[in-house]
């Protein structure tokens, strides 16, 4: 895929998570099948300075120490549960410019880059 058309999908992405009103949105909730993920803390179009556009990214390290919240996903609508998260996770990613970004994040932040995460990558089921 082009850079341009993860740019287009990237846009369409944060119209569908503004009309959601979530905070962000990896590409398989949309049926991209593509390792990308676009949130904006502010929850605002009209506060684009606040956009985060994440291509192929990979958790590099995470905390030993783990923090139980409550929280919601927009692929299950009103749905809410604890989710056992990292306290911290180190981050690499490439922007829509193809620009290496590695990040430390913490918090509100690190809850949804996990979240968001989880959705691209493969998950073992249980059969019990």
């Avoid at 099948?33 to 990214?57: C, H, I, T």
């Avoid at 905390?63 to 996903?73: F, I, N, Q, T």
């Avoid at 549960?81 to 193809?98: K, Q, S, T, V, Y």
Wanted: charged letters at 25%; one cysteine or more.
């Amino acid at each position: 895929m082009s850079w341009t058309s993860m740019r287009i999908s990237s846009r369409e992405m944060f119209l569908v998570m503004y009309a959601t009103r979530g905070v962000g949105l990896a590409a398989p909730q949309v049926g991209l099948n593509m390792k990308m993920m676009v949130f904006n803390l502010e929850r605002d179009a009209q506060k684009p300075e606040g956009e985060v556009v994440f291509v192929n990214p990979r958790i590099l390290l995470a905390s030993d120490g783990m923090e139980v919240k409550d929280e919601g996903c927009l692929s299950f609508p009103g749905i809410f549960g604890p989710i056992p998260r990292h306290e911290w996770i180190n981050i690499e990613a490439f922007d829509l410019d193809g620009k290496r970004i590695e990040k430390k994040v913490s918090k509100f932040l690190n809850s949804d880059i996990s979240s968001f995460y989880c959705h691209q990558s493969p998950m073992n089921l249980s059969t019990d």
